[in-house]
């Protein structure tokens, strides 16, 4: 315990300059610990494997979708991109690829040059004792090849670029390193293009899946009949409304007309029922002045006959025109004595008698007119039932095609979906891009200089440090007044004993 | 133990605690007072011996700390010192030739080195061309030598004085010590190696109770902390007072290393590197 207290210091920890004087008085010990370690870093170090590297950067070629849609998707968890980091890295351990890359490279014709050995191993290769323990099985070579191959492939993220990869390969061998790098390009390729003709080709199984059902459902419902009945349904209320203008007109018509019957009715019975009184007393004046009047319009017609020949009017014929004449002014002279009142009283009679004839007629008619405008009204307002029934008929029509409308959409899609997936399928390639370029082949130790270096001063610093107070601990000798004094508090130290020259 | 020094007539010498002698007015006829101290402290140093040898430091600054430090010491009351290490016997007689000289230097008193490495390390020199004072305190079959270097300081063998107190003829087991001791001023006791004494600690015990203060040499970058933790743990179990701890700095260790080693100074080095299993059961 008095130990430790010396060697540790309430601030620094450990007491620096005291360790420093330990490290002085155990030189051999100090000095042994790191030559130890450096010796043995340096036999490390040449006695490893030397690995032969080459890499190749790839791209995921499959970028991002931008827009509302996809942002929504990815909220969603919808995965909207190409492969990420992860999933690319993940591609060389899929157990699938693995399988078909050892199958590729078996098949190889340089497959029995290859070195499969780890870059730990430090024995030299040999093929045939490496598959000898699977006595030609397939299975058997392949999971062996397969168990090699794989400590020697990473694929890594480019932290440079984004979407960029690196593929790399590790071997001790240059020529292996080499070849399965020239490999596992192809094979990621071919790989990746199976993958995603793969993927498409179970959308589209699925799409289609999706879509036979909901034609099924479709089918059930018979879509296209609804439809049809929509439309006929359609042009039905089309003709009815026509039908239904028409009649409307029509009416309108026959209701004018109908009032202007019934008027004209009531008025004519109205001066029949006054006539009856005036028509008496005038009649007689009347009836001479239409004589009058009668033998006036004769005897100008005779007149006129006359004189249409009188280029040989004889005689006779001449007493005949001024005997005609002197009738006719005896008649007009006596027509013009019944002065107006025989001819207003006429004319007056003559409305009378007309309408007196007509209101017969009229009334008649009004009485046809009236059930014609009953009748059409009554149709017409059928026709307004009728239309209103195909009305809502259409309007529940309406709404089950509503209801329908998203499935048939929802299949209508899928439909465009199939065709674009078979399309797709069909012109299918990676979406991981390979450099023409392929890197050079280097070499490194699997601990570099640096490394060792770094580990050989840690190394020795803690050994030193290990072994200084180790030996310290062990040591029970006091080497110094410090020490002494520390050893034993409770004595005092007098001084050094006198040294004669 | 830092009481009145009452010395009889005939030489011989004893002690008592001034406490006790102030309770019991025991002042007998027979004794003398030779030596009157203040309760505190001591009285102002005599006029200072010419030297003809010296010795030339090194770290002359570390010994003037350490020689401070013990001489407060030695203002203070305490006489016997005790200088003790893992092991490191020449760096225990190099001190203590140090504090000694310092002692000698600083004033004139009669220094007294108490080891039974005398014909070794850096005693050897010294010793050897010190003059041999017989001392018949306990009669004259029952000498002992002591080295008097210049009348600096007096070399006494630790053995020899062990082998006189367990005399059983003599009888004297702790009186000895205490006579030894009060023949000098100040005592600097070159401790045995600890295993040494665990191994033979009845013979010991006078020693160790002689001690004042034991000091303990810590060879840098060779004592291990657990030796100087036995070396505490035992002293203090019999109550010594522990005045501190003295670094030997590699340095001088390594000067030590370079000069040539005898034969005796190998096995000890051997012995030393022993675990203490393996000493423990060469001793038995």
Known sequence: MKKFNIVLHETTIINFPFFWKLMNRYKFATLVAPFLVFCYAFYFYNAQNTIFVRSVNFKNIVSEQEGASSAIASVLGEKSSGLNESEVSGIIRSLDFQQEFSEALFHNPEFSKLDLSSVKDKKPFDMDAFLASCAGERECIYKKVRSALFGMISISGDRTITNSYILKVMSKDKFTTS?????????????????????????????????????????????????????????????MDLKERSYAKFLQSLKIKLALMETKMKETKRVASRSDASVSSGTLNLQARKRLEEKIRKLESDIGAIKVVANEISNQDENILKQLEAELNKSQKKLLSFGMAGRSLASEMDFYNRKEGESNFTEFDYKVAKQQFSKTKTDFETVLVEKEKLLTELSDLDIKLEVIKPNLEYTQLLEGKIIQLKLLNSTVVSDLVFERELGGVHTFKKVNRSKMMLFS????????????????????????????????????????????? | MSGLKLKLKNGNSFEELGSSEKQNGNTHSNLKLVDERPPRGREKPKKKKSNRYFYKVSNHHELFKIGRSFYSDYMAGVKSFAITSTGYQTSQQKTILGLASFFDHKEDLKIGIISDNLKRGAFKDIVSISKTIQYDYFGPDKSIEIK????????????????????????????????????????????????????????????????????????????????????????LGYGINLKGLLLEEKTSLEKKEEAPISKDSLTRKDTRKKSWWQRLFKSK
């Open chain 1, 179 to 239: 070849l399965v790098l020239n490999e596992a390009i192809k094979a990621i390729v071919k790989h990746r293009v199976e993958t995603i003709r793969h993927k498409l080709s179970q959308q589209i199984d699925l799409s289609e899946e999706l879509v036979k059902s909901k034609r099924i459902e479709l089918t059930n419902i018979d879509h296209n009949k609804l439809m049809e009945r929509k439309k006929s349904l359609e042009n039905t209320v089309t003709s």
């Open chain 1, 457 to 501: 001063f840690v190394a020795s610093a803690l050994l030193l440090v290990l072994i200084t107070l180790s030996v310290y601990f062990f040591d029970d000798r006091i080497y110094d007044q410090f020490e002494l004094a520390k050893s034993f508090e409770d004595l005092t130290i007098i001084g050094n004993t006198p040294d004669f020259e």
């Open chain 2, 148 to 235: 008097s270097f210049y009348n600096h300081f007096e070399f006494l063998d630790l053995s020899e004085i062990l082998k006189l107190a367990n005399d059983k003829e003599l009888g004297e087991y702790d009186d000895v010590f205490d006579q030894i001791v009060d023949l000098y001023d100040i005592v600097f006791w070159d401790v045995p190696e600890l295993h040494n004494i665990q191994v033979d600690s009845e013979k010991y015990f006078p020693v160790i109770m002689k001690f004042e203060s034991i000091s303990i040499i810590v060879a840098q970058s060779l004592t291990k902390r657990g030796d100087v933790e036995d070396i505490k743990k035992f002293f």
